[in-house]
């Protein structure tokens, strides 16, 4: 009996995503290709991926209000963000290695290139890592960053966001994308966030707030699920069409 | 009366990582000192087999300025051109000596990056094909807005570049230049430079895989 095995990963459907060249974002005029992209059908380069163990990682990585505190706990609002990582297919993705960064509640970043006068928050680094389980679902706990401003015209303001980074299992499934937080009045100017073609792919990245998994008197917390590209199903034929 | 549904999810789009992304993919580089282990641009072992290389280069804005704030990463096969994991179908073990994968930052003052590998094996292609030795890598920065992806190969595989499906189905041959980083020996070690333009004469190819 011939049976199903996984083929290459669906093409990804770039409407989904910002293109490179994005005036109202300055920085991108001159680090965009002119040139198209050019498609390439996969190969076990692009399906193979780097996979991470949980040993590789600390018991604090995924907790960024202790992971980086000296001698108390870092100011700001404590919330919990936590998920799914599905495929494009709704298949759970384990074992994904989910890496954040941000701002501290003051919109100042830990970073020698950072000179915003937001106060540094010695308790705080803004970074950390973790693994999603059986089921794809990962958590973090952490401070709420704040907004800050950065130079692109010249009162430009950023939405209150989290970096992120997944990998996967496999190369064509890597991204970096921005998480932002429901409510946030600047989501709505923000060039970066404006990048991303629809309003409906924006709305993707809006984390929403989830009242019932709030820790009584302890921290509120945010839903956020991403999806990746999946594998075809292919069939009859053992290559990766 | 109900019809059958399914759903099919887009895909979350993909934002800048902005200048800061040492934060959260290299935090030593930003004086972050967090984690036990930190991920980083060695690839090698003691135990890894293989002839060692140092890959190097600047990545270049359309003006021709080297990127201080851009991060790269890299994946490969291992000598044998087995990739570790599952999903590498070939039915051999790969290194166990050999992660396959690096990442690496420019510096802040001069835009250089660079890893310590080990050259990779060929690799097959589809339908019955052989790809010559290569790394995949992926540009992450500032301005840049989903990551560009790219492959290195080598100038000293010339036969097997020749016969390289990738390369081959690129129409524009003088375009394939831009993916073959230039060796050069530097005091008994083996330097491939693989600089990559972004944007301008001789922009560099990126795909979409």
Redesign the interface.
Known sequence: MYKASLGAYA????D?????Y?PG?K?????????A???????????????FRED???PK?NDLIL??AKDGAPIGERIIIHGYV?????RPVKNALL????AKASGR??????QYIGTLDPNF?????MLTDENGFYVFRTIRPGPYPWRNRINEWRPAHI???VIA????Q?????LYFEGDTLIDSCP??K??PSD???R??IALEDKTNFIEADSRCYRFD????GRRATYFEN??T | MKNQTF???????????????????L?KQ???D????NFGNSLVSDKTEGQRIRLEGQVF???G?P?R?VLI?I?Q?DANGV???S????GKSADSGF???GRAAAD?GTGFWHFDTIKPGC?????GST?AP?I?L?V?????????NT?VYFDDETDANAKDP?LN??EWVK?RETLIARREDRDGERVYRFDIR???DA???????
């Not at chain 1, 599905?86 to 709704?90: C, T």
């Open positions: 093409q990804r459907n770039t989904d995503h910002p293109p490179a994005t974002y920085t991108s005029v001159l680090r965009s290709p002119k040139n992209l050019i498609s390439i059908a996969q190969t076990l380069t692009e399906v193979t991926s780097p996979h590789q990682l600390g990585d992971n980086s599905h495929d494009q297919f709704g890496e954040v960064w941000q970043y830990r970073h020698p290139n950072d680094g803004g970074c950390g890592r970096h992120f980074s299992d496999g190369w064509a890597r991204l970096i994308s921005q970066i966030l990048t991303v409906e792919q924006r993707a990245l991403i999806h990746l590209r290559d990766l | 759903q099919e999810w887009h895909e979350t789009p993909s934002q800048t990582g902005g200048p800061y992304v040492h934060i959260g993919l935090p930003a004086d972050i967090v984690f036990e282990n804005d359309g003006l300025i990127l704030d990463e994946w096969a990739y570790p994991g999903a590498d179908t070939q992660s396959g994968w802040f690799v097959p292609g589809r339908k790809q290569h995949a992926v992450f920065a500032r301005g840049v807005n989903i990551g560009l492959r990738v189905s690129i375009r972004i944007q301008g922009e560099t190819i990126f795909f979409d895989i």
